[in-house]
């Protein structure tokens, strides 16, 4: 049983779950927290865009352009290196190989959108560079928002949420997995 709690702090939804699972960062026994940006349309609108620094990464709310999120799984991350794109994006995205490029931390890797496949996804050489050099693992959260989108480029500007949790929270989660939490 989960029980997720959200509210807003400074254009941050904050989600607290009671209960462990994959891909959320934890504190304290059995409470984890997950940091999720929230599309804010005034904020939108505003030049004073806030940026959030936490352990050495960025984040910001999203500015209402069209986005997709994806938890990270092994095929993400290890040889095959294929990310798929949701097809709720399809209509926004044109159709054959785009070049692509995805902003993160200052830095830019660009690559090729295969739009013209029943699957769409970028092409596994160039997102197997990005995952590598952004050190990602399974278990990572990853929001994708569109900033510039044409018949010759596409960019989107990326977050990554770490999915890291500490080796004594998964110890004391499996050795407690079978003894559900019950709110009344």
Known sequence: ??????FLESG???VFAFSI?????????????????VVDPEMAKSSSNPVVE?????FWPLSGK??????????????????????????????????TVLTFGGKSWEMTYNGEKR???????????????????????????????NS?????????LRGDIPDELLEKANREAEKPIVIQ
Request: charged share 25%; proline share 6%; aromatic share 12%.
């Open 1 to 6: 049983m989960h029980l997720f709690v959200n």
């Open 12 to 14: 941050y939804e904050k």
């Open 21 to 37: 699972f994959e891909g959320l960062m934890c504190e304290g026994s059995f409470v984890c927290e997950i940091v999720k940006p």
């Open 54 to 58: 936490l352990n050495g990464e960025e």
């Open 66 to 99: 069209p986005y997709f999120d994806v938890i990270l799984t092994k095929s993400h991350v290890k040889p095959i290196y294929q990310l798929g794109i949701p097809a709720k994006l399809e209509p926004v995205l044109p159709s054959g190989s785009i070049h």
């Open 119 to 149: 699957h769409k996804q970028f092409d596994r050489k160039s997102w197997g560079a990005f995952v590598d050099e952004n050190n990602l693992k399974a278990g990572d959260g990853l929001v994708f928002e569109l900033k510039e989108c």
């Open 152 to 160: 010759t480029q596409i960019g989107f500007r990326v977050q990554i």
